[in-house]
Nanobody, 125 residues
C-alpha cells in the first residue's frame, strides 16, 4: 500500500507560481509511474502531467504545457509539480497518483492505483 501526501497548495495571484510536492511512503517509489491530476468544483478529474518511473519521459495536458513542469527525486521518494504563469482556470484540488510500472506514462485516473488526499490551489484574478 502506497501512501501519498501532497503539499504546497495555496492562494496565489494570476501570473504567480507554486510548487506542489507529493511524498510517497513506499521505499520502492522508483518502480512507480506518477501523475498529477486536478478537479475543479462541478467538473471531472482531469489529467495534468505524468512522469515515468525514472523520470526519463514526461507528458502534459495541452492546457498546462509550457507552464507546468513535473519532476521526481527517487532518492527522496517525492514527485513535484512546478506551476508557473498560473491562471484563474488552474484553480482546483490537485492530486498526485501512483501506478506500479517500469515503463510509460498514463493519462486516465483509472490507470492509477494509489492517490493522495489532494491539495487546494486557488488562483485569484
Amino acid at each position: 500500500q502506497v501512501q501519498l501526501v501532497e503539499s504546497g497548495g495555496g492562494l496565489v495571484q494570476a501570473g504567480g507560481s507554486l510548487r506542489l510536492s507529493c511524498a510517497a511512503s513506499e521505499r520502492t517509489f522508483n518502480r512507480y509511474a506518477m501523475g498529477w491530476f486536478r478537479q475543479a468544483p462541478g467538473k471531472e478529474r482531469e489529467f495534468v502531467a505524468a512522469i515515468t518511473w525514472r523520470g526519463g519521459r514526461t507528458s502534459y495536458a495541452v492546457s498546462v504545457k509550457g507552464r507546468f513542469t513535473i519532476s521526481r527525486d527517487n532518492a527522496q521518494n517525492t514527485v513535484y509539480l512546478q506551476m508557473n504563469s498560473l491562471r484563474p482556470d488552474d484553480t482546483a484540488v490537485y492530486y498526485c497518483a501512483a501506478r506500479l510500472s517500469n515503463s510509460g506514462v498514463y493519462y486516465t485516473p483509472r490507470s492509477y492505483d494509489y492517490w493522495g488526499q489532494g491539495t487546494q490551489v486557488t488562483v485569484s484574478s
